[in-house]
């Protein structure tokens, strides 16, 4: 399902990298800005907009993006160029475009918003994992879950002590069998205090990560 074409009655500036006057397309961020761009990159790397633009009712008027001025001139770039970002990107840029990407299906671009993940995992683990569960990303979830070794409220994964909150927006076959393996290693994983070093507790975690697999 493609975007919703809708005008907005603001001002609208003018994309300062994207603006060829002979481009055959253009596209206007959520906080509208204009971006003149040649349709063969979307239709390249995404089959929603390869469908969309290929289809004989389609007109080619502006199009509506849901992504701001910053996060559409990454993504672009990143479609342009075929590299990854040459920018690290912050955990909130990573989540967006990675989320577009799975609604959009952009199979490259989302590869490389994974490895990107892979860089911020060790900050926000437990945000990985959920974004993971809720995209059904096992890979992903995987480097969540190995990286929950570092993070401060691991204390909290297990099914006695796991808050509503942090629960409620995770797959539950996702959910489940991650709190089965925590309990099997209960002892080892929380804290260092019944003598166990940190290198065991994240060898222990790995091998969660390792042995992790949702249920169908």
């Known amino acids: ?63 509506p993006i849901d992504l701001s001025s910053k996060d559409l001139t990454c993504l672009l770039d990143i479609m342009v160029s075929g590299e990854p970002p040459k920018k690290a990107l912050s955990l909130k840029q990573v989540k967006t475009l990675y989320a577009f990407c799975d609604q959009y299906e952009c199979p490259f671009v989302r590869q490389l918003m994974i490895s990107q993940f892979k860089k911020v995992a060790d900050i926000e683990p437990w945000d990985t994992f959920i974004l993971a569960s809720q995209h059904k990303d096992v890979d992903l979830a995987k480097q969540a879950i190995e990286s929950i070794a570092k993070f401060k409220d691991k204390h909290l994964i297990s099914a006695g002590n796991m808050p509503l909150t942090m629960a409620e927006t995770i797959d539950l076959s996702f959910l489940l069998p991650l709190l089965e393996q925590v309990q099997a290693h209960s002892a080892q994983i929380y804290t260092m205090e019944n003598r166990y070093t940190e290198g065991q507790v994240r060898e222990v975690w790995a091998k969660i990560a390792k042995d992790f697999q949702p249920r169908e």
């Open 1 to 63: 399902m493609g975007p919703k074409r809708k005008r907005s009655r603001r001002s609208t500036t003018t994309s300062a990298v994207y603006n060829r006057e002979d481009a055959d397309l253009e596209l206007s961020s959520n906080d509208n800005t204009i971006f003149k761009v040649d349709s063969f990159y979307l239709k390249a790397h995404s089959e929603v907009f390869r469908n969309m633009f290929t289809d004989h009712l389609f007109t080619n008027s502006t199009i």
